[in-house]
């Protein structure tokens, strides 16, 4: 039920009912216990157009949103982090994407907690350099029928293998598209080859395959995969704490898949308090009143 649906029925305005709301939230959520908190997940949701968003951290063992700040700088997770060394909470693992500006804030305050780079955010930094390579090379192919092959294939080069179409035809478009563009399908195939590194049995088996797939990426002498293959080297460490603490910021993804709906639902919330509450409160009940 709406907050609007509620107005009706109790024939008083929309604001009244907003405002009773808010109030309870503020209540519930006034003090979020974090004592016991020792596995996070740390991520980043736009809120409106123009690069402005918000940083939500989730407590990954009880599913639940524990601090929403404006900004995903270092210090949108300062009074975060301050607040965890206040009340001497335990952390034993981190997980996160390669943002620099979260890494810093987690190592400043808990230099010995491990950090996990979550397998969903390195899979989606790698799509993203193959959408800009299939970009490059079709501005770049000049010959109109290879053009046309490579054209519309986006979400083919990113789709799981498993997961095409034949009654599509999709595999045989993809085929198509990868026999006339080698960096194409070079990139293609790295991309399947890598979601082998997450099934490596322990940490040193992950190592080798890492270094010959960094190599295999480097050898190809193209730009993007390069800059891609240097990247993974540098957060290595991180990548590899995964195989010690199996940690993902899936949990997280799913609850701003979330976030999102209640974004869209209310049409953009202009009381941000009244936003940031109710996202604390999403876990609690199936249907936000928005």
Do not use: C
């Not at 987690?106 to 996990?116: N, R």
């Not at 519309?152 to 198509?176: F, H, I, S, V, Y």
Request: charged share 30%.
């Amino acid at each position: 039920m709406t907050v609007k649906d509620v107005s009706v029925a109790l024939s008083v305005s929309w604001g009244l009912i907003k405002e009773i709301d808010k109030q309870g939230l503020r209540e519930r959520y006034r003090q979020i216990d974090v004592k016991e908190v020792r596995y996070i997940a740390i991520d980043e949701f736009a809120i409106r157009k123009g690069h402005k968003y918000m940083t939500v951290v989730m407590d990954l063992e009880r599913r639940r949103i524990i601090y929403v700040r404006e900004g995903r700088s270092q210090e949108s997770l300062v009074p975060f982090f301050r607040r965890l060394k206040r009340q001497g909470v335990n952390l034993m693992g981190i997980s996160m994407d390669m943002w620099p500006a979260y890494i810093t804030a987690a190592t400043e305050y808990y230099p010995q907690v491990p950090i996990v780079f979550d397998r969903f955010h390195i899979e989606k930094n790698l799509n993203k350099a193959i959408t800009d390579l299939r970009k490059a090379v079709y501005r770049e192919e000049v010959d109109l029928n290879k053009k046309k092959l490579i054209k519309g294939t986006r979400w083919l080069l990113l789709k799981n293998r498993e997961n095409l179409n034949d009654q599509k035809n999709e595999k045989k478009r993809l085929e198509e598209a990868l026999q006339v563009n080698r960096p194409l399908a070079i990139a293609y195939y790295l991309k399947e080859d890598l979601k082998q590194l997450w099934k490596q049995k322990d940490v040193d088996q992950a190592k080798s395959f890492l270094g010959n797939w960094v190599a295999k990426a480097i050898a190809s002498g193209i730009q993007i995969l390069k800059k891609f293959a240097h990247s993974l080297l540098a957060h290595r460490t991180g990548i590899f704490s995964w195989f010690i603490n199996k940690i993902s910021s899936g949990p997280l993804e799913g609850m701003n898949n979330k976030i999102k709906v209640l974004k869209r639902k209310a049409y953009g919330y202009r009381d941000m308090e009244y936003f940031i509450l109710k996202i604390y409160n999403l876990h609690y009940i199936r249907y936000a009143l928005l």
